[in-house]
């Protein structure tokens, strides 16, 4: 197919300059191929709207897995001993005190111990649960922060804030900061993917759009939801009874009807009209080319622990990973399954297992492909679970919780090995190098080569950034 | 021009040479500085963040923004530069000194250091922001159309001349687009073309103005502004009542209702002494926000979040001002209050609602007829109730005997008996109430003693039975009818209003704010406003009547901005959303107050602002720019032309589905389901839902109604930059990205739709090929095709015509998408080829395009 002529990249790259003088900025092209001509800047390597980056970048990309729901971090990352003595016994009042609960408020608050052990892992011996013996197995490739914060306790504001920095609908998710900023490596995929898994539990989460959504950046920049049934990409399939030959044809006529218009409408927007077709028409092909895993070795899939076609957490690291190599700049899985207000003992283990063998799997072949150096990979919640006992939803689980969560990341200068920040002795409160959203934000930005402080857009009057108007810390404790 | 800063240096270049000013900050050398398009954005911008409005941010005790104290500080001394310390410090070359401070990332330009130089010598004279200083009319020439004589002042000043009228199909297309949303047919736009009488375009005009459909497209810009959706947006984003209220807004355009109206109705239809059913489903405004019914929600933060939501409402929808901003601060570059912002969420702590869960049904929508259906039902329940109430002593006492005996003989109910051949319901029914019985009458629960006397009413006697009978008949008959009516949340006003406490931070869990009365921005009010309804707060009520007065200087400023993008595809002012600091001085100022002033003088008259506006000379221009032009003006600013973009999200669709027939023309009505990608929903949870397309007329019906679910919107509105609605959305994205190349081409709405227009087409009308193909181009571009255009179709329908004679079985795959019947008579090879034609068309970009 002969599409992107001479003329029309020349006409794209006129509009692309046009638009590049526009305050509202909207100015790169998503994932559209742009040629270089000339000089070339950073900008036109990656299609972002950075020309040049204050810190050399670390990270070329992002794998953000999200376990939507808040798993305890009591029973996974962070041991405390007192609280196994205390259990039963009702929470001294000198934690609590003043606190916002959620499903907990107004009850009495009981202790309650780990409800699994914990083992020593890796050079480090570092501590874990029992129900992540793959993670352990790779321990000394992650940084694990047992000391983060945040500011929501309810799912939806706080996976809000987690993605954009805002409890407030409407901002941009990290993914589109990311692509509007930097652009992306790839041609003919979306440079931010959202893929969501179910697992075999009870209560799914219910996940919004909007974690995915540009907010006020250009519409180009949404996340693209990478569905593990029907079409891969909402609209991919041509019609029943369409080859992708017919489908070929019908597309190139609509360039040529187009380019003839072009020539006495003389407006740009039909150059870019023109080239999305194109894109639109590439991707048909190159979204099932990467979702289709059946051709990755038995040993890769065994490692995962993943079918092809299973939907599974697994099968979506997996994907993640040929997303990496192909370029996308932001893969975000979602687990929907972790939010044990009850059966914390049963579920638990079961949530554990769906990813456990799949997170370590990610990093090993991350690192055998040698791209463990410049992807990051970040492990998180929305929010933690309460050292108190909730009774009053069926057999014993934790309530969401705010002051405590532990996460891990790996990868992309990331201090592997090394666990940071401690909570008090009940694991109530992180105490010791505390760690919030922004500053979780403000560090991963700089790892990309990104100044959180300048990294802005004008929105509502203000220069609004990923990291809001409070002050951000770059945790370079946690860094190599 | 291999990169973009050489060509901005040509750029600035060409405005150079052409004396053209592309944004306020570039000066003329020759003529005196105006603080408010050429120092105010440079202070704005740099400066105001630390030596602006919030007080809890001030550095060094300097403001900028007040010219006394700029100047008792000795940062200005008017007319001398040199001695001016703000001057020293923007030119110092000491990192420790210069300003702005190296780490806040700003950086003055030479250009702009310059400006601020020039402008203290000139005597540093200060302007109220544009925007709160009232609009003042310019007086237009009689016989002139004012928006033409102020446009065409303005290119005169900076050399440039207007385009020439469109053509007349072009001029009709654009008039559709923009008054209906709808495109003409080829017989329209024929008749319009060969019309040679003067009044020509105006007799359109009012045509269009009449048409039904001008409310529908009027309201889409509306509905984004107040964030209307079908659902309440947070968590498990469950359905609620709200869409009589999307019908309210549409007949409120179509009616012409006056604007001042339209804004009291919603923000307080529910306090009018002349409220009614319509006041009060203009009200639903006030119940638009996301809600939750998220478990473990608490109730204060949720409390905080809607009065927060409805303050960024009514700074979107009519003031023009980000509010948001002072939830947790002072504004930083208006003089807009946290005290401001508390006091206007007061205003709405009267509004009766759940905070947490599920929102009611809602007030029953009635039609004349149903009210007096309604009413004659009641009627009659009420009598039978009476009759009732009359022997209800006496069924009582049959009650009481009825037990006692059971008591004393210790009677087993007959469902219990060991023989008895009774349903399990009616055995485990008999159950509960043996069980009710044992308890003595003073010990039972309320549901056991109902359980009793039901079953003693329906199994244990037939005394009164005629009179027991009319009752049930007479509930259940009013019970269908009202069940059937269509509910919508409205606003209802309770005595126990909520306290409003400014929130220090924003923080909601902080109660040690100072607790706030209803008041309008300080800023804002020259004088004190009473309350109308003679109570001692001001209510919802005051607060709309000040909205639109003549004492608010935002609100006609803001809307008729709003209006002009709809007209000419940017505002004046181009961020629709902040007419403050941080927004953009209008291009023209003059024109801007002109449509504010007249909107007011007409008595806030919206058609006939429509009418102005697009009957002017300046509307009707050409909007094809030439290469010079386009250089001069790249985004059309000046409106030396007009302008091109494409349809809005609901647009393309109605676009499709009229040039197709399929379109069901039906105005207001519930939300419809169009087709949706199978699972699309599968993400949500609380309960699982899954998503029944609509069957028959309702999936064929405008964008407009598609129904609103606010965590996952409809993937063909979205792609097309349909907002979520999750905040107030003034301006919408307008993007041009794959994922509309996917909609049109692989949506079965899309897919169908090319199958029934080509059907249409090969049905309307026999002939050869060549006046088919005419024909088809005509329905959806209403032009005939050049000689290459129609070589290329023509040669596409060749080629599946072919291909499909020899692939039958793809064809009749093909023509199975959608619901719409196959038309009969029609070979299916045929009818495939051509389904291909009418697909290409559909996805042209002209056809989606505005011009």
Known sequence: MQFATQSTQAMNRQSFLRRSSSVLGSIAFAWLAQPSLGVRTLEDRTRGVLRSLPYAPKAKRVIWLTMAGGPSQLELFDYKPKLASMDGKPMPESFTRGQQLAQLQGQALVCQGPQFRFQRFGKNQTELSELLPHIGSMVDEICIVKSMTTEAINHDPAHMFMNTGSQIAGRPSMGSWLTYGLGAETEDLPGFVVMISTGEGRTPQPIAARQWNNGFLPSKHQGVLLRSKGDPVLYLQSPPGISTEIQSRDVEAIASLNRFHDMTARDPEIATRIAQYEMAFQMQTSVPDLVDIRNESSKTLESYGCQPGDGSFASNCLLARRLAERGTRFIQLYHRDWDHHSLLREELPLRAKEVDRACAALITDLKQRGMLDDTLVVWAGEFGRTPMKQSNKGPAGRDHHNKAMSIWLAGAGVRPGFVYGATDELGYAANENVMTVHDLHATMLYLLGIEHTSFSYKFQGLDARLTGVEAARIVKDILL | ?851
């Open chain 2, 1 to 851: 021009m291999t990169n973009p800063s050489v060509f901005r240096v040509v750029l600035s270049f060409v405005y150079a040479a052409i004396g053209f000013t592309p944004c306020a900050s570039v000066t003329f050398a020759a003529e005196k500085l105006e603080f408010n398009r050429d120092i105010r954005p440079i202070l704005s911008d740099n400066c105001f963040y630390c030596h602006g409005p919030d007080k809890n941010h001030r550095e060094a005790d300097l403001r900028l923004d007040v010219r006394e104290e700029a100047i008792h500080l000795k940062a200005i001394v008017p007319s001398k530069p040199a001695e001016s310390k703000l001057l020293d410090r923007i030119l110092s070359k000491d990192a420790s000194e210069v300003m702005p401070p190296p780490e806040s990332h700003k950086k003055l330009t030479d250009q702009q250091k310059e400006t601020l130089r020039l402008w203290i010598e000139q005597g540093a004279e200060y302007q109220l922001h544009w925007s709160y200083e009232k609009p003042i009319k310019a007086s237009i020439p009689a016989g002139k159309n004012a928006i033409d004589t102020l446009v065409q002042s303005r290119l005169e000043k900076i050399g440039l001349k207007p385009s020439a009228p469109a053509d007349r199909r072009v001029l009709i297309r654009r008039l559709y687009a923009d008054l209906i949303g709808l495109p003409p047919t080829p017989e329209q736009v024929a008749a319009f073309v060969n019309d040679t009488s003067a009044n020509a375009y105006d007799k359109l005009v009012e045509q269009l103005l009449q048409n039904p459909h001008y409310g529908e497209r009027m309201a889409i810009g509306w509905l984004d502004v107040v964030r209307f959706a079908d659902t309440i947006g947070y968590h498990s984003d469950n359905p609620r009542n709200v869409w009589p209220y999307r019908d309210w807004v549409i007949q409120s355009f179509n009616e012409n209702k006056p604007f001042d109206r339209f804004t009291i109705e919603q923000i307080a239809g529910d306090l009018l002494p002349d409220k009614n059913q319509s006041t009060l489903i203009g009200s639903a405004f006030n119940r638009l926000l996301l809600s939750t019914e998220e478990g473990g929600a608490q109730p204060k933060d949720y409390e905080q979040r809607m009065l927060t939501d409805r303050v960024r409402a009514v700074g979107a929808a009519w003031l023009g001002q980000t509010t948001g901003c002072a939830q947790c601060h002072d504004h930083k570059f208006d003089p807009f209050t946290m005290r401001d912002f508390y006091a206007l969420g007061a205003f709405f702590a009267d509004i009766q609602e759940p905070i947490i869960g599920k929102r009611e049904d809602g007030m029953a929508i009635k039609t004349p007829d149903q009210e007096k259906s309604l009413a004659d039902l009641e009627a009659s329940l009420a009598k039978a109730q009476k009759e009732y109430d009359a022997i209800r002593k006496q069924l009582e006492s049959a009650q009481q005997q009825w037990e006692s005996d059971i008591a004393r003989y210790s009677i087993t109910l007959p469902e219990l008996k060991e023989d008895s051949k009774a349903s399990k319901e009616a055995k485990d029914r008999a159950k509960n109430v043996s069980k009710a019985l044992e308890k003595s009458a003073k010990d039972r629960k309320k549901n056991e003693t109902d359980t009793i006397r039901d079953y003693f009413l329906s199994q244990g006697t037939t005394l009164f039975q005629e009179q027991r009978d009319a009752l049930a008949k007479a509930q259940s008959a009013k019970d269908s009818l009202y069940n059937a009516l269509p509910k919508c949340l409205v606003s209802t006003s309770t005595k126990d209003k909520r306290t409003v406490r400014i929130l220090p931070r924003g923080d909601w869990m902080d109660e040690s704010g100072e607790v706030m009365k209803p008041a309008l921005p300080q800023y804002l009010v020259q004088s004190k406003m009473q309350s109308s309804s003679g109570e001692t707060e001001l209510t919802r009520h005051d607060l709309a009547r000040w909205i639109v007065s003549r004492d608010n200087p935002l609100t006609s400023r803001t809307v008729m901005n709003r209006l002009w993008k709809q007209f000419f595809g940017m505002g004046l002012s181009k961020v629709l959303d902040d007419l403050g600091a941080q927004g953009e001085p209008p291009v023209n100022p003059e024109l801007l107050d002109w449509l504010a002033c007249e909107f007011m003088d007409s008595g806030w008259d919206m058609k006939h602002m429509v009418r102005v506006i697009v009957t002017s000379a300046t509307y009707q221009q050409s909007s094809v720019a030439s290469p010079e032009a386009l250089a001069a003006d790249p985004y059309n600013r000046e409106l030396a032309r007009q302008s091109t973009y494409r349809l809005e999200a609901e647009l393309v669709r109605d676009n499709a589905l009229a040039i197709s027939g399929l379109l069901v023309a039906k105005v207001g009505g519930p939300s419809a389901k169009p087709y949706q990608p199978e699972d699309y929903w599968d993400n949500l949870n609380f309960p699982r839902r899954t998503y029944p397309a609509d069957a028959g007329e309702s999936q064929y019906r405008r964008g407009l109604y598609t129904w609103w679910q606010r965590s996952f919107l409809h993937p063909s509105m979205l792609a097309f930059d349909a907002p979520t609605r999750e905040e107030c959305c003034a301006e919408r994205n307008r993007s041009n990205i794959p994922q509309q190349a996917l909609v049109l081409l692989n949506d079965p709405t899309y897919v169908e739709a090319a199958r029934v227009f080509a059907a249409n087409v090969l049905r309307e009308k026999s002939g050869s090929d060549d006046e088919l193909l005419r024909r088809a181009w005509q329905r959806a571009l209403q032009r005939e095709p050049t000689t290459s255009e129609f070589a290329t179709i023509q040669k596409l329908l060749i080629d599946r015509r072919a291909a499909y004679r020899d692939d039958p079985k793809s064809a009749a795959q093909l023509l199975k998408v959608g619901i719409a019947p196959i038309l009969e008579g029609i070979e299916l090879t045929e009818l495939a080829a051509w389904t291909h034609v009418t697909r290409v068309l559909l996805n042209l970009h002209e056809t989606i395009t505005r011009s």
